[in-house]
């Protein structure tokens, strides 16, 4: 259990991605940054923290912050904080290709690949019509399994999320793309 570890939450205010919040309402040591922290500040609290989740909209560069963070780069979380985030072995990276960043950069954690959260996204990956209520049942069970196990360690998340989400993946093709698409490191 990591439940007294402080835990730092980066997750950009977006009304698209609100369905994240349950994963880390049940963390009682927690910063979580939605918006107006500057490249200097979010390093501070990287380094102060024990654990970082990461979690929104993203490409295989980083996390974007969506307008939200004061930066000139479109990323809350990309190569500029490298070295704090290898740090960190427990980590949790929770966007859209984020796989692709974890790895190029050796980092350490629980992380998504594509990740199917919009019917926008269903249909670019070949999932064709996708009614709401299947992307919703996706997105509220994922993130429900999360919470669940969310004091643990990144591996004994990504086993509990596994054995749980894979249920739901004969009737759900979204819930399927997902899970073919979850990893530890």
């Known amino acids: ?32 940054l939605t918006s107006n922290l500057n490249e200097e500040g979010i390093k501070m609290q990287i380094l102060d923290s024990n654990r970082i989740m990461m979690m929104g909209h993203g490409t295989p560069s980083g996390l ?47 992380y998504t690949g594509m990740f199917i959260s919009e019917i926008g996204e ?4 070949g999932l064709g019509n996708v009614a709401q209520e299947t992307i919703d049942e996706s997105n509220d069970l994922f993130s429900n ?5 969310i004091n643990e360690d990144a591996h004994k998340i990504h086993a509990y999320v596994c054995a749980h989400y894979k249920k739901i ?7 399927d793309y997902n899970y073919r698409r979850l990893y530890i490191r």
């Not at 835990?7 to 349950?22: A, G, N, R």
Request: charge should be positive; include cysteine.
């Open 145 to 149: 399994l999360v919470s669940d196990v």
């Open 122 to 125: 269903a249909r670019y990956c």
């Open 1 to 32: 259990m990591i439940e007294n570890q402080k835990t730092l939450v980066i997750h950009p205010e977006d009304v698209s991605t609100d369905f994240l919040k349950p994963i880390y309402s049940r963390i009682t040591n927690k910063i979580v």
């Open 169 to 175: 993946t004969i009737k759900n093709p979204v819930a």
């Open 64 to 110: 974007l912050h969506v307008g939200k963070f004061v930066s000139i780069s479109p990323f809350v979380i990309d190569n500029r904080y490298l070295p704090e985030l290898q740090q960190k072995k427990n980590s949790i990276f929770i966007w859209c290709n984020a796989d692709q960043f974890v790895e190029k950069n050796n980092l350490h954690g629980f």
